[in-house]
């Protein structure tokens, strides 16, 4: 009986591809890691990687990687953040979505969205951004945009980088419906903001399953930032 290959991370420079490696493009470093979450789906934001530190989710719990854990360039684990429990008995577990919004990681949380700030050592909880379920998670050194189902509709919030902080009022509010009737298309189905890109001053807003008569099409919304 054939064994499963255990899954894998690799950190390369730029590309994996061993086809490219004459052209000066090379593994840098493969990291094992044997507890990846696999059931997640495929797509940007469920690894973090910056400086020296690489993060990824693993069955409610955050994987941290540094570059010198274990030794000079072996990039081993170098923490382990749980589960715990907050004030009032609140279990945090963390989700699929991560991303690094200028030096802090922002992660889905069981309690909406956490950022975490870096120290020499290790991650620590810096401030609870968003009370909300996480759909989709983007940022930059601008802004970060979460998109959040509510009931039978959804909403895409933004902050800027100068008034993001423990639940702060969205600097940037985009409700959507799930449902709705439109003139000529009939009644329609949707899920607005299952997928976010942020491009400098622009925000794309994915629409992955919107359907029009039991056919799928999907849409896209660009909207500029403006003030």
């Not at 890691?33 to 069955?59: C, E, H, K, N, W």
């Not at 009931?151 to 940037?172: E, M, Q, R, Y």
């Not at 009644?187 to 056919?215: K, M, W």
Request: contains cysteine; negative net charge.
């Amino acid at each position: 009986m054939m064994v499963p290959a255990k899954p894998f991370l690799v950190i390369c420079l730029l590309a994996c591809n061993a086809a490219v490696i004459a052209q000066g493009w090379a593994v840098t470093h493969t990291i094992h890691a044997p507890d990846l979450d696999l059931s997640m789906s495929m797509g940007s934001g469920r690894i973090a990687f910056q400086g020296d530190r690489l993060v990824y989710p693993s069955t409610g719990h955050l994987v941290v990687h540094h570059r010198h854990a274990g030794g000079l360039d072996q990039w081993d684990v170098a923490q382990t953040i749980i589960p715990d429990t907050l004030p009032g008995g609140v279990l945090r577990s963390f989700g699929s979505r991560l991303t690094y919004f200028g030096d802090l990681l922002c992660v889905e949380t069981t309690n909406g969205t956490w950022c975490f700030s870096e120290n020499s050592s290790s991650l620590e909880p810096a401030y609870r951004l968003d009370s909300l379920e996480v759909r989709t998670l983007v940022a930059n050194d601008q802004r970060i945009c979460i998109g959040s189902p509510v009931g039978f509709n959804a909403v895409v919030k933004c902050w800027d980088a100068s008034t993001a902080g423990p639940l702060a009022i969205p600097d940037h509010f985009m409700p959507f419906q799930f449902f709705g009737i439109s003139p000529g298309l009939g009644s329609y189905g949707a899920c607005p903001g299952s997928s976010l890109a942020l491009n400098g001053e622009r925000l794309a807003i994915g629409d992955t399953c919107f359907q029009v008569h039991s056919l799928t099409r999907g849409r896209f919304w660009i909207k500029p930032f403006l003030g």
